[in-house]
């Protein structure tokens, strides 16, 4: 098993930043695929961003220039850097693991039990 912990969601003024954390402990992967969904109300749980191992990245149409994503491979930790934040990337945040192709949502087994990210205008 391997298990998520996810920091950083909270409440921010239109324009903003915020950065969220997911470190993953247990029985990890070598070669593994981290992740970052959202889920706004009434919607459907959305891929926003992934990394592999081997710093392969893939981003959602909608956050390309804006998000980052990045890890650390050594303490098993994703981080998604948030900028230029809009009212409609409100969600909850959800961190993912797996092995595989990053933008396929078949390669994550494992989930965080998401972080709350509130946009106001």
């Known amino acids: 098993q391997v298990q998520l912990e996810e920091s950083g969601g909270g409440l921010v003024q239109a324009g903003g930043s915020l950065r969220l954390s997911c470190a993953a402990s247990?029985?990890?992967?070598?070669?593994?695929?981290m992740g970052w969904f959202r889920q706004a109300p009434g919607k459907e749980r959305d891929l926003v961003a992934a990394?592999?191992?081997?710093?392969?990245?893939y981003y959602a149409d909608s956050v390309k220039g804006r998000f980052t994503i990045s890890r650390d491979n050594a303490k098993k930790t994703v981080y998604l850097q948030m900028n230029s934040l809009k009212p409609e990337d409100t969600a909850v945040y959800y961190c993912a693991y797996g092995k595989g192709e990053p933008s396929l949502i078949r390669t994550y087994i494992y989930w965080g039990q998401g972080t709350q990210v509130t946009v106001s205008s």
């Open positions: 247990g029985r990890t992967f070598s070669s593994d695929t």
């Open positions: 990394v592999t191992w081997s710093a392969n990245t």
